[in-house]
């Protein structure tokens, strides 16, 4: 009768300090997830402010600009461009 | 042991101690006991009366509601280009009599802001109620403002809105109000997919501050849901860019374009000028802001002429070869007559659309029931909006047939006394290009293919192309809607505009057509309102902006040329057609 319950006590004892442990890893795991949640809206935000970048420095009318202007790229008259007919099939 | 042996021992143990004397013993007795009734009351009074107090100030100390920001979806076009961005910002806001600086950190702060110094310390001193010393700065600025180490200095989280692609694509997508909530164009129609609802939780904090636990309770936040266009930005800067040369070139009052992929139905490019950049609008006009291709209605001229002509054809009351006889350019419908911009004498159907004949239009027009008619402009899609969910999108006008007088049947068939927007009448012509079907025109990019309603046999269509590619041709009215490379088509109008019941000297120019021609991608339709250098016809206002736009859409897209690049053939100089109507 007394062995069972030492043993009994024994596995409360475990059990207590089991459940301290994972309450603690829970609080600890918890802060982590909140980190990266963090990380992950930070990211988002970024990921916004780079693709406006991305948008903003591509506007055709920059790109456009900058062509006729700084690299004095202009269109082909009709003159000079030759339509080049690949038969299907051809190598690519 | 005897009884009596304990009694006596007892007795011997006690007689050195002193009897209390029975008054102390209840004095003190009651003071202890009053003791626990105070214990006992206090703790009455702690769980019961102030339970709700100290649950709160307790959760103060240790929990947190932390709100759950919630950012507004992007817009993007086709392609993935981003048109509209919310990114968070920054804006500082004081109460004025709680500000604790020095003049060395004021001058700092006016540094930092880029405000001057006086302006700044009138904010700081002008109200003592909440006042926001700067709105919208970047985190950066922000920062480097609360670096400084102001007291009473505080921060506030806000999103701001925007728009790279500015005033090219103003009016589609529209604009955000206060809360970064939509105001305008897409923004607003699309509001209840773009919008986040931010989300609150609450959480307990351990004694740095951390949050360690969330309690019961989260509601999460909804971010907004991105939203793809059917615009692609490179082409809607494309037709931005030439209809704005046209505008200028004409020095017209207003403009439109719209751009539809044949296929889809879908809206690659829809522009509109005047305009205005969303970015800083402070000064903006609603007459800026209006989407006219979408919302403007006005009587299209002979752009319709085709639709009266496929009446006619599928009713077999005409074939194209058909000769009508346009007599001399006039004719007279009762107390009206109506009037070609010049004699053609006989004239084939085909004819008839190529050189814009509206006396041949009106006859073959009264050759049919009025009901007719109307039933092919209605299954075309006019008079009722095209529902692309755009706010304020007009129907246009058509009325019922039973209330058409002839005079009004024959203006009818050549665009008069009937209105429409321009995406309409794009969307319209969708039937002569696709096998004759009518597409649902879409501002939201689509996939795969979509099923049109059919509206004419597909040899029609065919027909009607043809007339259509005439028309560009030299001895048409738009020599100059050609493009290099590609078989093309389409159809002028020149409309007078009704002011006050009467039809004034104030033109409309517009041009719908279709390219390539041996398998249909485009449809674009140009209005120029008000063209005022003298030059108001469709075929030279806005035929050379159709052209324009195409041949650079076409092979943006990688559309093989279905022509040789030398196909442009101009007629000589004043031999032209011209047309008014």
């Known amino acids: ?92 | 042991m005897s009884a009596a042996a304990m009694g006596r021992a007892r007795a011997g143990r006690k007689a050195p101690v002193a009897e209390l004397p029975r008054l102390r013993a209840l004095m003190v007795f009651g003071g202890l006991a009053l003791l626990f009734v105070v214990l006992l009351l206090r703790s009455l009074d702690l769980q019961w009366l102030e339970n709700g107090f100290l649950q709160g100030q307790g959760a103060a100390r240790f929990s947190r509601e932390l709100e759950l920001p919630a950012h507004r979806g992007r817009i993007v076009d086709r392609n993935g280009t981003a048109l509209a961005v919310s990114t968070p910002v920054k804006s500082l806001w004081v109460f004025p009599d709680k500000v604790e600086a020095t003049p060395g950190q004021l001058k700092e702060l006016a540094h930092v802001l880029e405000a001057a110094p006086r302006a700044l310390a009138t904010r700081l001193h002008g109200a003592d109620e909440f006042t926001y010393l700067a709105r919208r700065l970047s985190p950066d600025t922000a920062q480097r403002a609360m670096a400084i180490g102001i007291k009473g200095l505080n921060e506030q989280n806000e999103y701001r809105r925007y728009y790279p692609d500015g005033d090219v694509t103003a009016q589609i997508i529209g604009f955000t109000g206060d809360r970064d909530r939509g105001q305008e164009g897409i923004e607003l129609s699309q509001q209840a997919w773009l919008g986040g609802t931010p989300g609150s939780r609450r959480v307990i904090i351990d004694r740095r501050g951390e949050a360690v636990e969330d309690v019961a309770a989260i509601r999460a936040p909804q971010a907004g849901r991105d939203l793809a266009l059917s615009i692609d930005s490179r082409i809607q800067y494309l037709a931005f860019r030439e209809l704005k040369a046209a505008v200028d070139r004409s020095k017209a009052k207003a403009g439109s374009i719209v751009v539809i992929d044949a296929r889809t139905g879908e809206i690659l490019a829809l522009a509109n000028l005047p305009t205005y950049n969303p970015n800083s609008r402070d000064k903006v006009t609603r007459n800026r802001m209006r989407n006219r291709a979408l919302t403007d209605t006005f009587e299209p001229g002979s752009v319709m002429k085709p639709f009266t002509i496929a009446a006619a054809l599928e009713a077999h009351k005409i074939t194209p070869d058909t000769v009508i006889h346009t007599e001399a350019g006039q004719m007279t419908i009762g107390p009206n007559t109506i009037h070609d911009a010049h004699r053609a004498g006989p004239l084939t159907v085909a004819q008839v659309i190529q050189k814009s004949s509206n006396v041949g239009a009106a006859k073959i027009a009264l050759s049919l029931p009025a009901k007719t008619m109307w039933n092919m402009f209605t299954e075309a899609g006019f008079g009722t909006p095209p529902q692309t969910g755009f706010p304020g999108e007009a129907g246009g006008r058509l009325r019922a047939p039973n209330t058409w007088r002839p005079i009004e049947q024959a203006t009818m068939a050549y665009g008069h006394g009937l209105s429409v927007t321009l995406v309409q009448l794009a969307r319209a012509y969708t039937i002569f290009a696709d096998g004759g079907e009518l597409k649902p025109v879409e501002l939201l990019k689509t996939d795969g293919p979509v099923a049109g309603v059919p509206v004419i046999k597909p040899e029609t269509a065919r027909e009607i192309r043809h007339m259509l590619e005439l028309v560009v041709q030299p001895g048409g009215t738009a020599p100059e809607a050609q493009v290099p490379g590609y078989r093309v088509g389409g159809k002028t109008g020149t409309a007078r505009k009704v002011a006050g019941g009467a039809y004034e000297r104030k033109y409309v120019a517009d041009f719908v057509g279709i390219a390539p021609m041996s398998n249909p991608r485009l449809i674009v339709a140009v209005m120029i309102d008000e063209p005022s250098t003298g030059d108001y016809y469709g075929g030279s206002v806005a035929g050379p902006v159709f052209s324009n736009v195409v041949g650079a859409a076409l092979r943006m897209m990688n559309v093989p040329t279905d022509a040789p690049v030398d196909n442009v053939l101009l007629p000589a100089k004043d031999g032209g057609v011209k047309e008014e109507s």
């Open chain 1, 1 to 92: 009768m007394t062995r069972v319950s030492l043993l009994l006590l024994g596995v409360l004892v475990l059990c207590a300090l089991s459940l301290v442990t994972s309450r603690h890893e829970a609080r600890r795991s918890f802060v982590e997830l909140e980190r990266e949640q963090a990380r992950a809206h930070q990211y988002d935000v970024e990921y916004g402010q780079l693709s406006l970048e991305a948008s903003t420095w591509g506007t055709p009318a920059r790109v456009e600009k900058i062509a006729r202007e700084q690299l004095h790229m202009q269109l082909p008259t009709p003159a000079r461009i030759a339509i080049v007919d690949v038969p299907a099939g051809a190598a690519r």
